[in-house]
């Protein structure tokens, strides 16, 4: 599901960057925070690939990091209690 909704704001994709995500988080989401996003994503180049970095299933909560041709983005997810996304947020990677 991360990777999902990671790949179609890559692709700008709002109705897909929607899809696995609960009403109130889906009620922030803009197509300008997504093509935000998207450019950001952009200037990293080719999408090549996603990792889980940590989980605490207990707690809902899911690292993952998103890898492009010149950089990582960090990709924290909060999934709720229906397993749908509650939180996304996308920032910097630091090794």
């Given at each position: 599901l991360?990777?999902?909704?990671?790949?179609?704001?890559?692709?700008?994709?709002?109705?897909?960057?929607?899809?696995?995500?609960?009403?109130?988080?889906?009620k922030?989401?803009?197509?300008?925070?997504?093509?935000?996003?998207?450019?950001?994503?952009?200037?990293?180049?080719?999408?090549?690939?996603?990792?889980?970095?940590?989980?605490?299933?207990?707690?809902?909560?899911?690292?993952?990091?998103?890898?492009?041709?010149?950089?990582?983005?960090?990709?924290?997810?909060?999934?709720?209690?229906?397993?749908?996304?509650?939180?996304?947020?996308?920032?910097?990677?630091?090794?």
């Open positions: 991360a990777e999902q909704t990671t790949r179609a704001v890559y692709a700008v994709d709002i109705d897909a960057t929607e899809a696995g995500m609960d009403d109130d988080l889906r922030q989401v803009t197509r300008a925070s997504v093509g935000d996003l998207s450019d950001k994503m952009h200037a990293l180049g080719a999408y090549q690939g996603f990792k889980q970095t940590s989980a605490e299933p207990a707690e809902g909560r899911y690292a993952f990091e998103a890898s492009f041709e010149r950089g990582i983005l960090a990709v924290d997810v909060r999934l709720d209690s229906t397993g749908k996304i509650g939180a996304y947020r996308v920032s910097p990677a630091t090794r």
